[in-house]
């Protein structure tokens, strides 16, 4: 079955590391996301990707950074610089942009990042 | 500006009786919108969507929407909860400006007595 995969499912960061979740898409969709969700709000959005080589800010971009290289993968870096990083992470992906189409977005299961 | 507002942050409901989530939105184009459904530690799933075809719109686990643009709203209703459906509900609103323009909702928490 085509899906989402994020790894891994907990994480643990010390001060002053930097860490990365891994998103793996076998959907061969071109667009990715990365959100962070807080307890009782709503889904924050980190860095999208439209194609390969791609990427934007989101509205919290700062302390975070990505790549994509290949179609299927978006990982994400939680760097030093990120002074509060203890959140729910998901990442998404769509056929295209969400926004250029009606598309939905399709969720992976997510990581957890806690500060130790 | 676009935004969404889910006017409920908990609604508890009975184990056989209506669900009713709201969701107001603001938007300066005929924007696309979602509803979404997340159990604990998983990721979103999507619930059914409107993209300007039918207004009352069918989902998945017998949950529908209904668009009304006088009202500014969408909202999700069931007409019988079952126990599976205590989730955390996501309304999400879509722009077709070309770029990326989606905003989602706070969220409203569903639960649901025996």
């Known amino acids: 079955d085509g899906g989402i995969t994020q790894s891994p499912k907990y994480l643990f960061r010390k001060e002053g590391q930097n860490v990365t979740l891994s998103c793996e898409q076998n959907l061969n969709h071109d667009a990715m996301y990365w959100y962070r969700q807080d307890p009782g709000q709503g889904l924050r959005l980190i860095y999208y990707?439209?194609?390969?080589?791609?990427?934007q800010k989101g509205d919290i971009a700062e302390g975070y950074s990505v790549s994509r290289e290949k179609k299927e993968s978006f990982p994400l870096t939680v760097t030093s610089a990120q002074k509060n990083p203890t959140a729910f992470y998901l990442c998404a992906s769509s056929i295209v942009l969400t926004g250029k189409s009606n598309q939905p977005q399709h969720f992976g299961d997510g990581t957890r990042l806690s500060i130790l | 500006a676009q935004s969404v507002t889910q006017l409920d942050s908990h609604v508890s409901v009975s184990e056989g009786t209506p669900v009713l989530l709201r969701c107001n939105y603001s938007s300066s184009y005929s924007p696309s919108l979602f509803w979404y459904v997340q159990h604990p530690n998983k990721g979103l799933q999507l619930l059914l969507k409107y993209t300007s075809a039918a207004t009352l719109v069918k989902g998945i686990n017998g949950f529908e929407a209904e668009f009304k643009k006088s009202e500014t709203s969408f909202h999700l209703t069931k007409p019988s909860a079952h126990m599976s459906d205590a989730a955390e509900y996501f309304c999400?609103?879509?722009?077709?400006?070309?770029?990326?323009?989606?905003?989602f909702g706070a969220g409203t928490r569903l639960f649901v007595k025996a």
């Open positions: 990707s439209q194609i390969v080589n791609d990427f």
């Open positions: 999400v609103v879509s722009e077709p400006t070309g770029g990326f323009k989606t905003i």
